[in-house]
């Protein structure tokens, strides 16, 4: 499995750190072809910017529309090569000046100056001439507008419209280079289809290729080369000018560092790459795409799920590597879930059926785990019953109606199947894009777990209501275990019916049990659920802090039982038996340790494991918000780097992995 380029052909467009970046691509496994696409702006060139000072200086201005804070700073700065500053800047406060917004604001303060007129936000063009037609009369005015980079038209055509005289005023600080043989030559080379990856470190850049390839005529050919190629942006205003052009971006770092672009565009490139021109040649168009659009073809589709790495370590039998996925392996740690979450709540992501695709393929884009698990959450089933769920901000989930006496489980209504249609549906959604050979986990909450939060009304230390129930009033704790079983098992198979190669039970909070307590309370209702699953379909017993409670969690049922960090992986597989697969069981608070720490207590609990077949990698419990990305990748890559070693191991196994 190798981590890096793999001999792929990798452009990238760096100009000042252009030989940098072709040695990191090289470091990297990759073949450079890096063309440089800017050349800094001497001030002294910028005719425009002086000629707009000498019509300003002989009174021939009327209206200033400034459009950026760069460009306003580049104009100032070339003005100066030429003129004092006082005189230009006095001949400035006397015309009208318009700021597009806080930037051109920002600006004008550091030159002692203040808009008359600012256009209100979004900040567009819209905004600008609405405000202009309040504000300020067009008629006959002579009016200087700043561009920088692009022109804008519509601006333009608009302000002419309005019967203005006007002189656009385009400011660079980046030009194209001076020799463009090397960049034309690229071009040829990405439009013939020899590149696979391309990177870009500005949006400068991203206009200027556009621009020279325009230029050749060639402009429809490199967007159509693109479509085929893996796109590594070094960040959102270079992702935006990607966009627009039509090109989409595949990867985008956690930082804005040129090591992390090609670090992590280095390791999932090939993946990316081989995705994207299955799409593109399924018709998709890659111009523009979302994970959940990929449509698999041909060969690909024929992959065998039931061979996957992570089902046959489910099944216990020889893998060629220890399969890791993780939990909440997408969420608040990674920067697209977060952009995602500044514009939709959690629940509506939940019920969003193509959002929560897209979520679940995001994670395992990013991270190149062995299994994807569907993007949903365990209290999502305690709604139809009545119980009035809500995440509230930064508390957690909030429940409005406790369920504490007899006669509010009573009350619970059953739940109807068809309640939890946009889990089936993002399920669906999720295995259509979702590669062939990778399976799709499905869950629920375990009874004790979903009864917890019912009873409690949310997080809880001590557990005391749930427990105050539980000994007080058996009758109503059995009945409300009951319906919660019922509930799940159909959840579970609703899932797998949907499309869940494996399901899992969170029963988290089982571990603040006796042995005993959990004997009685909770064995016989999760016995139910795993007795009652659709068979031939692994499933996963998971809880934390159940050190005491393995073997009985075991006997309850599961064909992989979950470990946290809190018990040694060997002892507890022994506890567990053999005759059943293990996960876990790092604790996720190591992800906040350098790599190579990471690495070394990943090897650890290989060494545990031994190579036994039936060993998933995973974390004891659900990565932490605050968790590096990068560490995480470290984790997976450590884990399946060891896979040469285990493949021998497992062959040792062979045979006798039952005993
Ligand atoms: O693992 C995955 O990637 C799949 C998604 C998943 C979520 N929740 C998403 C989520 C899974 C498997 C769960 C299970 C879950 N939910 C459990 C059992 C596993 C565990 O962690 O113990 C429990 C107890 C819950 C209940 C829950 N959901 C709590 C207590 C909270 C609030 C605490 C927190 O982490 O914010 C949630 C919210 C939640 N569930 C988030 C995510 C990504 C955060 C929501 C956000 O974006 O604000």
Redesign the pocket.
């Known amino acids: 499995m190798p981590a890096g380029f793999d001999g792929l052909h990798v452009v990238a467009f760096e100009s000042r750190r252009a030989e940098e970046m072709g040695v990191l691509i090289a470091r990297h496994g990759g073949r450079p072809l890096v063309a440089p696409t800017m050349r800094e702006v001497p001030l002294r060139e910028m005719p425009d910017a002086l000629a707009f000072a000498r019509r300003l200086l002989n009174g021939e201005v009327d209206v200033v529309i400034l459009l950026t804070g760069v460009g306003t700073r580049t104009l100032a700065a070339a003005i100066d090569q030429e003129y004092p500053r006082e005189r230009w800047v006095e001949a400035l406060r006397r015309v009208t000046i318009v700021a597009r917004g806080p930037k051109p604001v920002a600006a004008l303060r550091e030159l002692g100056l203040a808009p008359t007129v600012t256009a209100p936000e979004p900040n567009t063009w819209r905004e600008l001439l609405a405000a202009l037609d309040q504000k300020v009369p067009l008629q006959s005015q002579r009016v200087a507008v700043q561009e920088y980079g692009e022109s804008n038209p519509d601006l333009l055509e608009g302000l002419r419209q309005r019967g203005a005289e006007v002189t656009a005023v385009p400011v660079y600080q980046w030009a194209l280079p001076e020799d463009l043989k090397p960049l034309k030559s690229a071009i040829r080379t990405i439009v013939a289809g020899e590149i696979d990856a391309a990177l870009f470190t500005s949006a400068n850049q991203v206009r200027n290729l556009f621009q020279v390839a325009a230029d050749m005529g060639l402009e429809h050919a490199l967007r159509d080369a693109f479509r085929r190629m893996a796109v590594g942006s070094i960040g959102p205003t270079c992702s935006d000018a990607l966009r627009t052009l039509r090109v989409s971006v595949e990867f985008e770092p956690d930082h804005v560092k040129m090591g992390d672009l090609v670090r992590g565009i280095a390791r999932a490139s090939k993946r990316l790459v081989a995705k994207k021109r299955v799409a593109a040649d399924a018709g998709v168009d890659t111009t523009a795409w979302r994970r959940a659009d990929m449509v698999w073809a041909g060969a690909e589709r024929q992959a065998s799920l039931t061979d996957s790495v992570f089902l046959r370590a489910c099944r216990r039998e020889p893998v060629p590597y220890t399969p890791i996925w993780?939990?909440?392996?997408?969420?608040?740690y990674q920067r697209e879930?977060r952009e995602l979450?500044a514009k939709v709540s959690?629940l509506d992501?939940c019920k969003t059926p193509d959002l929560a695709a897209e979520v679940t393929l995001m994670?395992v884009d990013r991270l190149d785990v062995d299994a994807a698990?569907?993007?949903?959450?365990?209290?999502l089933l305690l709604e139809p019953m009545g119980i009035g769920l809500e995440?509230a901000k930064g508390e957690?989930?909030v429940i409005h109606h406790p369920v504490r006496t007899g006669a509010a489980v009573d009350q619970l209504a059953e739940v109807d199947p068809q309640a939890l249609d946009f889990v089936y549906e993002a399920i669906r959604l999720t295995r259509r894009a979702l590669s062939p050979s990778l399976p799709l986990i499905g869950?629920a909450?375990g009874p004790f777990?979903l009864a917890s939060?019912a009873i409690e009304g949310g997080?809880s230390r001590h557990y005391a209501h749930t427990k105050t129930l539980m000994y007080r009033d058996p009758v109503a704790w059995h009945a409300l275990m009951e319906k919660l079983a019922r509930a799940v098992t159909g959840y579970l198979n609703g899932q797998i019916a949907a499309g869940a190669q494996a399901v899992?039970m969170?029963d988290?909070?089982v571990g603040c049990l006796s042995p005993d307590d959990y004997r009685e309370f909770v064995l016989p209702h999760s016995g139910f659920i795993f007795s009652h699953l659709t068979p031939g379909v692994p499933a996963i017993h998971?809880g934390?802090d159940t050190a005491t409670l393995l073997e009985l969690m075991r006997d309850a049922g599961g064909d992989v039982i979950g470990l946290d960090w809190r018990v040694d992986l060997a002892e507890g597989w022994a506890r567990v038996g053999y005759d059943a697969a293990v996960q876990g069981n790092l604790d996720p608070v190591i992800l906040f340790a350098p790599p190579a720490e990471i690495r070394r207590r990943a090897n650890g609990i290989l060494d545990k494991a031994a190579g036994r077949p039936g060993h998933i990698f995973n974390l004891g419990?659900?990565i932490l918000?605050e968790t590096p990305e990068d560490n995480v990748l470290a984790l997976v890559d450590a884990v399946h780097e060891r896979s040469e070693e285990l493949r021998v191991k497992s062959e040792e196994w062979k045979g006798d992995g039952r005993s």
């Open positions: 993780l939990l909440r392996q997408a969420g608040r879930y979450r959690f992501l994670a698990i569907i993007f949903s959450d365990i209290l995440f957690g989930p869950f909450g777990t939060y997080g899992q969170f988290s909070w998971f934390t419990h659900g918000p």
